[in-house]
Nanobody, 124 residues
Framework: QVQLVESGGGLVQAGASLRLSCVASGRTFRSYVMGWFRQAPGKEREFVAAINWSGGSSFYADSVKGRFTISRDNAKNTVYLQMNSLNSEDTAVYYC?????????????????WGQGTQVTVSS
């Protein structure tokens, strides 16, 4: 079992930056591909970014490419999402997820564990 706890969300103005963190329980963190997803009101949960086991490879949704950066610290069981140049379309609940399927790049359905989410609101 893996428990994921996100933090770092908040209310910011357009153009600002935020860094989200997700701390995972357990001693097998490095065996999971980690991802960030987001869900805006009335919309489906969508993929944002993923990072592989070592942190050497990452993958982004086109909508955040060049603005967001995913990273991980396996010694701290933590994955981060640095978000720059935020705009109102980034407003959503952001979820951290872990995939233990041994697949790169996992589909949304291939993530085994999910956090409770953290709210990001960008005012224009």
């Amino acid at each position: 079992q893996v428990q994921l706890v996100e933090s770092g969300g908040g209310l910011v103005q357009a153009g600002a930056s935020l860094r989200l963190s997700c701390v995972a329980s357990g001693r097998t963190f490095r065996s999971y591909v980690m991802g960030w997803f987001r869900q805006a009101p009335g919309k489906e949960r969508e993929f944002v970014a993923a990072i592989n086991w070592s942190g050497g490879s990452s993958f982004y949704a086109d909508s955040v490419k060049g603005r967001f950066t995913i990273s991980r610290d396996n010694a701290k069981n933590t994955v981060y999402l640095q978000m720059n140049s935020l705009n109102s379309e980034d407003t959503a609940v952001y979820y951290c997820a872990a995939s233990g399927m041994g697949i790169w790049i996992p589909q949304k359905s291939q993530y085994n564990y999910w956090g409770q989410g953290t709210q990001v609101t960008v005012s224009s």
